[in-house]
């Protein structure tokens, strides 16, 4: 059964989409700096008990990076292979609890981390740039990586990491963006906005980092990524994320594999054993995964 359970949303958000229009049509300036700054300010929502207990299982630490603090945590020996895993926008690394116990059982040691803005770390605005700051602090103290996976937002974080020298050996992408113009309308959806404000954001980025938002996506970025084994899994009734992102990634790869799966969405998909052992197979056993 397809995944359809809506984001709730913090009442200030809430309520920001129902005066949003209005505030659009009486002041466009104010609307596109609204636009702006929740587009670089995640919701932190609470960690399940699930993840709590995941979590004090957990050796952790905070790192500090730029002027955040960042919670990393680790399951798994020191001397086992490190795996990267990188959660999504809004998300938590303790949502790949249910990787854990396979992963220590095959002899790797499983290193995830909150990303800047996120969960326990500081912050209350990041970009994929404080992320992947974060992953070369985080290889210091971890790495090299044996493999990364990264869901929605961190794959395309795990990816900008390897362009900037982080060393993976293979790459899962799970549920990964990778249409910038898509990325757009979702997020001026969930604020309930027009399409002037898609073109502001635009001009904000390259304004601001001196990069076109086109480049921030992995279509673009999978250009410039040296060769190496990579595995797409993407869910056919993932709506927040269509399937079509992984679907026109992969036809950008020289080695594309992708796993098709369903009824799993966006977040169930990291809760699947398939899915995890899909995961597990791929890093273990041939790189290009024939």
């Known amino acids: 059964m397809a995944e359809k359970k809506a984001i709730k949303f913090p009442v200030t958000l809430r309520i920001l989409r129902k005066i949003f229009p209005t505030i659009e049509r009486i002041s466009p300036s104010l609307a596109n700096k609204i636009s702006v700054d929740f587009f670089f300010k995640p919701i932190k929502f609470k ?13 952790h630490q905070f790192l500090k990076v730029g002027n955040k603090k960042i919670m990393v945590y680790s399951w798994g020996e020191g001397e086992g292979k490190p795996v990267l895993v990188t959660h999504g926008w809004m998300g938590r690394g303790t949502q790949f609890r249910k990787f854990v116990k396979p992963f220590n059982d095959n002899g790797y040691q499983l290193v995830a981390f909150d990303g800047p803005a996120h969960g326990r770390s500081g912050g209350s605005k990041t970009h994929m740039g404080e992320f992947k700051d974060a992953i070369i602090a985080i290889q210091e103290a971890y790495g090299p990586f044996e493999a990364s996976i990264g ?18 050996k293979k790459m899962i992408l799970i549920s990964a ?14 604020l309930n906005g027009n399409p002037e404000r898609i073109a502001y954001i635009r001009k904000y980025v390259r304004r601001t980092f001196n990069i076109d938002f086109n480049d921030t996506t992995t279509y673009v970025m999978s250009e410039k990524l040296d060769p190496l084994p990579m595995l797409l899994i993407h869910d056919r009734d993932d709506t927040e994320v269509p399937i079509k992102h992984s679907i026109a990634l992969q036809s950008k790869l020289e080695y594309p594999v992708l796993i098709e799966t369903k009824g799993l969405g966006h977040n169930r998909i990291l809760k699947d054993k398939s899915v995890i052992e899909s995961c597990l197979d791929f890093i273990i056993n041939d790189p290009h995964y024939s």
Do not use: C, R, W
């Open 151 to 168: 869901h929605s937002f961190g794959g395309g974080v795990n990816m900008y990491a390897a362009i900037q020298g982080v060393s993976i």
């Open 47 to 59: 960690p399940t008990a699930e993840e709590n207990e995941s979590f004090e299982k957990a050796n």
């Open 177 to 190: 963006p990778a249409v910038a113009e898509d990325i757009l309308e979702n997020y001026m959806a969930i």
